[in-house]
């Protein structure tokens, strides 16, 4: 018998997307945070290795990493948000498509120019010697 | 609905008070991590950029004010706790095996136990800024 993964079979929708971002991301940032509190131990700790550290998380991958992390934080807070308006006002469970939607509309308008701003020491060369800035 | 018996899902648990007061510390603790740590994302990356924060910034720019090793402590307090709840659930769902279960969520603690001391430490011990020379 041909097992198929549930996520392809079960048609949840986006509640169910909803839940799986959620538990991504939060298990995503939890593995962060494991890394982030260790490496400002070495602020009091080690100093110099501290500022090594912070070398890489400014080079162009640190910052590529930066930015998958700020939207695995800004989906969960954001669908969090979501979560609890729904457990405080039940009755709101109708609109929790809608809710999902002006959710993913928050999250363009906060992160892509969060996105744009931590990535600018990237980008902004190149259109400084295209003369547009 | 038909929810799976393993999930510590959305719906308010009935029957267990420790799963009850669980089930809304990490909605307190998530309202509190969506002030915090967002204004903390925002300060070290919006505000200032990664690019100029050596050790040196943090001693005698941020941690010179108590408030802020004080609010980064907070942070870390609460991020712990909603992030280690969360896993708990994470492990809960998918462990099932008594032991196996048992292990892991006391492995996961047992970070938790050791990020706590060296986070609090740090907090509360890395030097003051010396006045008018370096931190170092």
Do not use: C
């Amino acid at each position: 018998m041909l097992r198929v993964p549930t996520v392809l079979r079960y048609r949840g929708r986006e509640g169910m997307l909803a839940w799986a971002f959620h538990r991504i991301s939060g298990i995503g940032i939890f593995a962060f945070i494991v890394l982030h509190v260790i490496d400002i131990y070495l602020v009091g700790g080690n100093p110099e290795l501290y500022d090594e550290v912070l070398e890489f998380y400014a080079s162009l991958p640190g910052r590529v990493m930066e930015v998958v992390l700020g939207g695995a934080l800004l989906y969960h807070a954001l669908n969090g948000l979501r979560i609890i308006i729904l457990d405080l006002w039940p009755s709101m469970t109708v609109f929790h498509r809608g809710m999902w939607w002006a959710m993913w509309a928050i999250f363009i308008v906060v992160g892509v120019p969060g996105a744009l701003i931590i990535m600018r020491p990237v980008w902004l060369p190149f259109v400084q010697d295209l003369g547009l800035l | 609905m038909q929810l799976s018996p393993y999930s510590r899902a959305r719906p308010k648990p009935v029957g267990s008070r420790r799963e009850t007061v669980i089930w809304y510390m990490m909605r307190i603790t998530g309202v509190m991590l969506f002030v915090l740590a967002l204004a903390h994302f925002s300060i070290y990356h919006f505000i200032w950029d990664p690019a100029e924060q050596t050790a040196e910034f943090i001693i005698t720019e941020r941690w010179n004010q108590l408030f802020w090793r004080g609010y980064t402590w907070l942070m870390l307090m609460t991020v712990l706790f909603h992030g280690w709840l969360g896993m708990r659930t994470v492990v809960l769902d998918y462990f099932h095996r008594p032991r196996v279960r048992t292990g892991v969520l006391w492995f996961l603690y047992g970070l938790g136990i050791f990020l706590l001391i060296i986070g609090t430490q740090v907090i509360f011990q890395a030097p003051l800024p010396v006045e008018g020379a370096s931190a170092q």
